[in-house]
């Protein structure tokens, strides 16, 4: 009997390592092709203005688990007690970045049901009224604004905002081995965590083009924005969720 064919999985973020080594003790074959790189470049002038008001904020929010890396980062250049944040109250927008959180002994207030900013917005009101509330959003430079004008004009809400990583789109080397690879065979599953990785992928199509015979892999998304991403360029998510690799699994009928 010939050799089972090993399942194939494209991932298109920077830092894998934890998806991957997952995927791989399963026996999948995992493609790595960063279409977007992070870089931990804060925005000086505005990120020393909010440590100078660290401890009278109500609120911290976090968008991503690069926004928490990178705010710590930012915290203990400035505080060496973890009490300097004062009595904020923590709201992540999902639970990747609930764990990360969770990673410097604080334990998240809010976490939103659907992994969006709105979303996120309403939970935090929902816990209190944000009505005159301090509230600082930790982003990056590639967020949206939605969620500190839903804080601000929807929920009354005084919002501060602190850049504290940069995403760059990155332009795909046709001739790694990696890219090769996914133009000659495709792939199961493709998988996919924000929406500028979605349109780095885009900008790059023509270098990605799969060749005769490729199998078209079907898209996993992270969340909702990804997934909006996604739509946009004409590509439909075939799953969507925070646990991408239980998701990547029970698709590929692998026991988790």
Known sequence: MPAQKKPRV????????????????????????????????????????VMREMGSYDWITFSSANGVRGFFREFFKNFDDIRSL?????????????????????????????????????????????????????????????LPKALDRKHRAIVDTAVVYKTEKLAVDGNSKDVADFKKHGADAAVFASPSAVESFAANAEKLLLEDGAVRPKIFSIGPTTTEALKKYGMQPYMEGGDIAGLLLAFLGING
């Open 10 to 49: 494209l991932l298109t973020r920077e830092n894998n390592d934890a998806l991957a080594s997952v995927l791989a003790e399963k026996g999948v074959s995992v493609l790595e092709i960063p279409l977007i790189k992070t870089v931990h470049e804060a925005q000086d002038e505005d990120v020393a203005d």
């Open 86 to 146: 004062g009595i904020a109250r923590i709201a992540c927008v999902g639970e990747a970045t609930a764990d990360e959180v969770r990673k410097f002994h604080l334990r998240p207030d809010v976490v939103p049901a659907v992994s969006t900013a709105l979303a996120m917005a309403d939970a935090m009101a929902e816990y209190e009224t944000l009505d005159n509330l301090k509230v600082l959003c930790v982003q990056g430079s590639l967020s949206l604004p939605d």
